[in-house]
């Protein structure tokens, strides 16, 4: 590798600052080199030990302007899967621990790369009637539930058996080892489908919310799944800058099989989303229908 192999090397791997942060830079070198070459003979500048300068030298050129100006997530220069849900899983314990009353909703607000925007009240408990944007969810009492949105009008409201479905998970398990024979156990035949598994983990992190143990648990588990990767620089889909996971699809799946990416803040590592859709709303409401 030739000099200019090193610095390109280092240029890609660091990022480049804007015009108006290379000039101090650009002097401090210049003027580091004119005071070498009145120490040492002119040839210095080309040895080997030279060329290591000068990539570090440029190495502070290139990496002069904060990580959020040339897109350089703090952290995930080179991400890797473990560490990335490791930290999410850390991050996960210290959420605070509130739980909500069993008359609440959960509100969850998603946004989309077309600025379309998904919002649902979901009943804490499952008793109550919820909302998927202006539809109603039934709520289970008793064991029947009304039924909303069908097709033929004469069943409207009619009531239909049911289980109560709490969004406020406190069945989960809270150790990773634990978590993830939960994960196997609900993917059933799909166990081998890691795709599918990345999908379950979104679902509990997306419009549910689980003890910060049991958040932790999920992530850990994950970590323990063979065949991620981290990508970085990655972005959910309100545009806001993370590092992603991504499951990859099963040998055989269509060309057009997408895997499935989860996306944490790069820095502070907490769950965002999907490069598709951004979770940026997620609280606890006292009606259907009401914003925070």
């Given at each position: 590798?030739?000099?200019?192999?090193?610095?390109?090397?280092?240029?890609?791997?660091?990022?480049?600052?804007?015009?108006?942060?290379?000039?101090?830079?650009?002097?401090?070198?210049?003027?580091?080199?004119?005071?070498?070459?009145?120490?040492?003979?002119?040839?210095?500048?080309?040895?080997?030990?030279?060329?290591?300068?000068?990539?570090?030298?440029?190495?502070?050129?290139?990496?002069?302007?904060?990580?959020?100006?040339?897109?350089?997530?703090?952290?995930?220069?080179?991400?890797?899967?473990?560490?990335?849900?490791?930290?999410?899983?850390?991050?996960?314990?210290?959420?605070?621990?509130?739980?909500?009353?069993?008359?609440?909703?959960?509100?969850?607000?998603?946004?989309?790369?077309?600025?379309?925007?998904?919002?649902?009240?979901?009943?804490?408990?499952?008793?109550?009637?919820?909302?998927?944007?202006?539809?109603?969810?039934?709520?289970?009492?008793?064991?029947?539930?009304?039924?909303?949105?069908t097709n033929d009008p004469r069943k409207e409201g009619m009531l239909e058996d049911c289980v109560p479905r709490p969004?406020?998970?406190?069945?989960?398990?809270?150790?990773?080892?634990?978590?993830?024979?939960?994960?196997?156990?609900?993917?059933?035949?799909?166990?081998?489908?890691?795709?599918?598994?990345?999908?379950?983990?979104?679902?509990?992190?997306?419009?549910?919310?689980?003890?910060?143990?049991?958040?932790?648990?999920?992530?850990?588990?994950?970590?323990?799944?063979?065949?991620?990767?981290?990508?970085?620089?990655?972005?959910?889909?309100?545009?806001?800058?993370?590092?992603?996971?991504?499951?990859?699809?099963?040998?055989?799946?269509?060309?057009?099989?997408?895997?499935?990416?989860?996306?944490?803040?790069?820095?502070?590592?907490?769950?965002?989303?999907?490069?598709?859709?951004?979770?940026?709303?997620?609280?606890?409401?006292?009606?259907?229908?009401?914003?925070?």
């Amino acid at each position: 590798m030739d000099e200019l192999d090193l610095i390109r090397d280092r240029a890609e791997t660091v990022g480049f600052a804007p015009a108006e942060h290379l000039a101090p830079a650009r002097e401090r070198l210049l003027a580091a080199a004119r005071g070498e070459r009145r120490h040492r003979p002119r040839r210095w500048f080309w040895i080997a030990g030279a060329s290591a300068g000068l990539a570090a030298a440029i190495t502070a050129v290139v990496a002069l302007a904060p990580a959020d100006q040339v897109g350089v997530g703090a952290g995930v220069a080179h991400a890797d899967p473990v560490k990335v849900l490791t930290e999410a899983a850390n991050t996960a314990l210290k959420e605070p621990v509130k739980p909500p009353r069993p008359d609440q909703f959960l509100y969850v607000k998603t946004e989309y790369p077309d600025h379309h925007t998904r919002e649902v009240w979901y009943s804490v408990d499952g008793t109550r009637d919820g909302l998927i944007g202006d539809s109603k969810v039934g709520g289970c009492r008793d064991g029947k539930a009304p039924m909303y949105g069908t097709n033929d009008p004469r069943k409207e409201g009619m009531l239909e058996d049911c289980v109560p479905r709490p969004v406020y998970r406190t069945d989960l398990p809270t150790t990773a080892d634990a978590m993830l024979a939960y994960l196997y156990a609900e993917a059933g035949d799909r166990k081998g489908d890691v795709n599918s598994l990345g999908k379950d983990v979104y679902g509990l992190a997306y419009e549910q919310v689980l003890q910060p143990a049991s958040y932790a648990a999920l992530f850990q588990a994950a970590a323990k799944v063979p065949g991620l990767t981290a990508v970085d620089h990655v972005t959910d889909g309100a545009g806001r800058p993370g590092v992603g996971i991504t499951w990859p699809v099963p040998p055989g799946s269509s060309p057009k099989a997408k895997p499935v990416v989860i996306v944490f803040d790069a820095t502070t590592y907490q769950f965002l989303g999907t490069p598709e859709s951004a979770v940026t709303v997620k609280t606890y409401v006292d009606e259907a229908g009401q914003r925070p």
